[in-house]
């Protein structure tokens, strides 16, 4: 079965530094580019970009280039979204989502980790 | 980067009713469209892929069609499960745009 598990909910404050994970299981790893999604509260989904575990090849959507950083540890089936630094505008939910082979639509999605910024 | 108008917005409709949702992409995608049903608290789920081929397990009530810029998701008979909210999704490029969604709601 294949399956996405995020880390856990987060409370940070701002210019605080912080990485969340995303651990994949049930399927070659290596072999999906995986995606990150945000969604801020009570608002849509928002592509943020994707990585390619086998070579970290990694696409960003313009409005989050140089936002974040989206790596992978392929030895240990997991990715990663970090912040150098923090903003209350970086409340949100985010979810990690696998792309399919088959078209590279999202076929699955992590259950989200909720991330809160407040001084 | 390419642009998903999707509508309406918000839908009221009530059960066994017919509801159609459309997405425009701002340029052409092929068929490079898929759509999700996202219930509050959840992960989106997908329905739709390759804009029109059902996903294993959804149920034969939705179905969708367009190529190019013109997309529509339909449910042919709303059930009370379907009360959620839909987004388009193109997967064209690597930006992967998503449509700003459209609440189904009970009348």
């Known amino acids: 079965e294949v399956q996405l598990v995020q880390s856990g909910a987060e409370v940070k404050k701002p210019g605080e530094l912080l990485k969340i994970s995303c651990k994949g299981s049930g399927y070659t790893f290596t072999s999906h580019w995986i995606g990150w999604v945000r969604q801020m509260p009570g608002k849509g989904l928002e592509w943020m970009g994707v990585?390619?575990?086998?070579?970290?090849?990694?696409r960003y959507s313009p409005s989050f280039q140089g936002q974040v950083t989206i790596s992978v540890d392929k030895s240990i089936s997991t990715a990663y979204l970090q912040w150098n630094s923090l903003k209350a505008s970086d409340s949100a939910m985010y979810y990690c989502a696998r792309r399919s082979r088959n078209g590279y639509h999202i076929d699955y999605w992590g259950q989200g980790t909720l991330v809160t910024v407040s001084s | 980067d390419i642009q998903m108008t999707q509508s309406p917005s918000t839908l009221s409709a009530s059960v066994g009713d017919r509801v159609t949702i459309t997405c425009r992409a701002s340029?052409?995608?092929?068929?490079?469209l898929a759509w999700y049903q996202q219930k509050p608290g959840k992960a989106p789920k997908l329905l739709i892929y390759?804009?029109?081929s059902l996903e294993s397990g959804v149920p034969s009530r939705f179905s969708a069609s367009g190529s190019g810029t013109e997309f529509s998701l339909t449910i042919s008979s709303l059930q009370p499960d379907d009360f959620a909210t839909y987004y388009c999704?193109?997967?064209?490029?690597?930006?992967?745009?998503f449509g700003q969604g459209t609440k189904v709601e009970i009348k």
């Open positions: 390759k804009a029109s």
């Open positions: 999704h193109q997967y064209n490029s690597y930006s992967g745009t």
């Open positions: 340029q052409s995608i092929s068929s490079w």
């Open positions: 990585i390619y575990p086998d070579d970290s090849d990694t």
